[in-house]
């Protein structure tokens, strides 16, 4: 089975930095995803990880720990279009590119 | 690169009416195609695998008669949800890989309202 864990709400200051952690059991892994969700549409693409590490992407990084079971992301310099639901997401078997979404974590940015 | 489609992106129907939607990647050719549901304010729940040619697997209490899944070509999957009722009524969203270990690639989503 699968356990992805995120906050479910958290709020934020425009031009602030900001991190979502995500928590993860499953009984497999082949990678960990962040995609970003607007109200009313589909996910888009945001990062990805398999090794430990920090991948960084412009104003995104994206950071993974395989032993703690363990992933953030982190957004710099906040804008308010950054408003949206983050969801993570783990694919646990290499040539299955099943992916099992956590509850997803709804940033606000404030003025 | 890389875009997928969905049509209708929303639909409206009545209780005991079936409603196809279909899931199509524009510039590549999709092994693999999945299909979700999100109800408000939840995350995307995975419904169902589809391979190209073969039969879908379908996620653990997702009832296979009731959602069928057909993906007869490698640019090409459809959603049926048969006899609908108003706890049907969810976004669904398809997404497309090109083959397996890959990213996946999202549709717009498919609002379907069941009254």
Known sequence: ?111 | GAVVSQHPSWVICKSGTSVKIECRSLDFQATTMFWYRQFPKQSLMLMATSNEGSKATYEQGVEKDKFLINHASLTLSTLTVTSAHPEDSSFYICSASPHSNYEQYFGPGTRLTVT
């Open chain 1, 1 to 111: 089975g699968q356990n992805i864990d995120q906050p479910t709400e958290m709020t934020a200051t425009e031009g602030a930095i900001v991190q979502i952690n995500c928590t993860y059991q499953t009984s497999g892994f082949n990678g960990l995803f962040w995609y970003q969700q607007h109200a009313g549409e589909a996910p888009t693409f945001l990062s990805y990880n398999v090794l430990d590490g920090l991948e960084e992407k412009g104003r995104f990084s994206s950071f993974l720990s395989r032993s703690k079971g363990y992933s953030y992301l982190l957004l710099k310099e906040l804008q308010m279009k950054d408003s949206a639901s983050y969801l993570c997401a783990v694919r646990e078997a290499a040539g299955a590119n099943n992916l099992f979404f956590g509850t997803g974590t709804r940033l606000t940015v404030i003025p």
